[in-house]
């Protein structure tokens, strides 16, 4: 998501911003029009006047390019600070976490949410790439089930658990479900737009970011409740 416009974003950010937007607004048309198979990169670079050098400085592949995924994982700039809310991160006194582990994921996730950006482009025409694409469902897949061991991992630490401890991997199973899930409703839900992602018409970007932290807030209550907790 992006800052509103008042929100202080410097003209560096802005153009990076514009350029990230352009190159996943272009790729999603042609391949809407040709294909994934169907246009090269250069072509793609060529139709926003940019060049292949700047094309890899924002995606690794075509493909993430019309995912708009990008090559860091959101998670990690809030990893350390995830590891030290927990107990493994204790002095050895006994004392308890600082946070409980749940509620330190939905922290997690909240801030990595909050630092994703949404090309305005129509999202029914995105589905309907990832439904004729199978390389682009093969490609989101490979990537979330990455960030979903990676995530596994980052409980470990944080519980002082052995590497491949199967609570971590069914805990991190269970929330990265819940962040996709609930992203799906937040670009389902208009929130007061007539047409178009979140973050366009009336609705500002920080009423969208509000609005995606309420949908997760809930999401993972509901999975509280689910053990009792």
């Keep these: 998501m992006k800052e509103s416009a008042t929100g202080g974003v410097g003209p560096?950010?802005?153009?990076r911003r514009e350029t990230y937007a352009a190159l996943t607004t272009h790729a999603r048309t042609?391949?809407?029009e040709r294909g994934l198979n169907g246009f090269t990169i250069e072509e793609l670079c060529e139709g926003i006047g940019v060049s292949r050098r700047t094309f890899f400085n924002y995606f690794a592949t075509k493909e993430d390019a019309v995912l708009g995924?990008?090559?860091?994982?959101?998670i990690e700039p809030f990893a350390a600070g995830f590891v030290a809310s927990g107990p493994a991160a204790?002095?050895?006194s006994g004392s308890a976490p600082l946070l409980p582990l749940k509620d330190a994921l939905l922290e997690l996730f909240v801030a990595a949410f909050a630092t994703l950006e949404i090309p305005r482009t129509d999202v029914r025409a995105f589905m309907q790439a990832m439904?004729?694409?199978p390389a682009l469902m093969k490609r989101m897949i490979d990537s979330a089930m990455h960030r979903q061991r990676a995530l596994a991992e980052l409980i470990c630490q944080r519980e002082?658990?052995?590497p491949g401890d199967p609570y971590a991997d069914l805990v991190a199973t269970l929330v990265s479900h819940l962040g996709m899930s609930s992203f799906q409703q937040f670009v389902g839900d208009d929130g007061g737009c007539s047409a178009g992602p979140?973050?366009?018409g009336d609705e500002s970007d920080l009423e969208a970011r509000a609005r995606?932290?309420?949908?997760?807030?809930?999401?993972f209550s509901h999975a509280a409740r689910l053990f009792g907790s």
């Design 30 to 32: 042609l391949t809407a």
């Design 198 to 200: 979140p973050g366009a």
């Design 160 to 162: 002082g658990l052995p």
């Design 131 to 133: 439904h004729d694409e």
């Design 212 to 219: 995606l932290t309420a949908i997760l807030t809930s999401n």
């Design 12 to 15: 560096r950010e802005r153009r």
């Design 90 to 92: 204790a002095d050895g």
């Design 69 to 74: 995924a990008k090559t860091a994982d959101p």
